[in-house]
């Protein structure tokens, strides 16, 4: 899981927090906004604005692919792109806002989670340029949006979710006690996050939304983005998120847990 940052100005220059954490859940990503160089009949383009990642769009060949989404002038700030091939050796990914580069051509190591951070824009379009490949791109899921940055830091006590792994398999052992392997069912990701000390005004405004979406969607969660740039993950909340009053002057804590793609 890797995070790209971009070093341009756009329009409007935005702090990014060493230590707040980025959730990217917002998608301006539609069928009928996206279009693409080349497609399979099997694996549309419409696949990537399916949250599930067991869709996909492929390219026809691995010719240069260009991803093009209309924005209409909507705030933006990152593009999330989960469960893809982009790591080939070779491959390069541009991004550009109303033709003016903001991620500048640079090579992909993760293959999961992708988060390309940038300041906040008003493009009519955003092109994804993916070129260099020895296979035909494929990419599963894809949001583009308006990121939500957390109020306050994270320090000491919270797992990166690239470090919580969870894996359910079964090992084979032998009659006589032997290793025979193991047969892995399920893996995934987890974390946990605990904010303290938030404004009741924010939390109403910015995090309660996200909680509530009815149904919930997977997003795009980075702990410490500027620091720990490969420490991203394509997750959804578990459980129920809870929200007290933590001081008498009407400060609030939350918590909730995140489950993702491993």
């Known amino acids: 899981m ?43 383009a419409s696949n990537m604005t399916n949250p599930a990642t067991s869709f996909r769009w492929e390219a026809t060949s691995a010719a240069t692919q260009t991803i093009t989404i209309t924005t209409d002038g909507k705030e933006i700030d990152y593009i999330g792109i989960a469960r ?10 541009e991004v550009k ?14 293959i999961q989670a992708l988060l390309f951070l940038t300041n906040i824009a008003t493009p009519t379009t955003v092109q994804i340029i993916i070129a260099g490949a020895t296979a035909a791109p494929s990419i599963a899921v894809l949001y583009i949006g308006k990121s939500l940055r957390l109020q306050r830091d994270i ?14 398999s079964i ?17 995934t990701n987890s974390t946990s996050v605990q904010l303290q000390n938030l404004t009741p005004e924010w939390y109403r405004a910015n995090l309660d939304p996200f909680f509530k979406l009815s149904p919930r969607i997977p997003c795009f969660w ?14 959804w909340i578990e459980g129920k998120p809870s ?4 001081l008498s002057n009407g400060m609030v804590q939350c918590s909730w847990n995140f489950r993702g793609i491993a």
């Open 2 to 44: 890797s995070i790209f940052l971009s070093e341009n100005l756009v329009l409007t220059q935005t702090a990014l927090s060493d230590n707040a954490g980025v959730i990217g859940y917002m998608n301006y990503a539609t069928p009928s906004a996206l279009s693409v160089t080349s497609s399979t009949v099997a694996n549309p």
């Open 84 to 93: 893809h091939n982009l790591n080939q050796a070779g491959l390069t990914v």
């Open 97 to 110: 806002y109303d033709g003016q580069t903001v991620i500048a051509a640079a090579p992909i190591s993760d």
């Open 155 to 168: 320090y000491v006590g919270h797992s990166p979710i690239t470090f919580s792994r969870d894996r359910v």
């Open 171 to 187: 090992n084979g052992i032998s009659e006589n006690g032997q290793y025979l392997g193991e047969i892995v069912i399920r893996e």
């Open 222 to 235: 980075a702990w410490r983005p500027t620091k720990y740039a490969d420490e991203v993950g394509y997750c």
């Open 243 to 246: 929200m007290s009053n933590q």
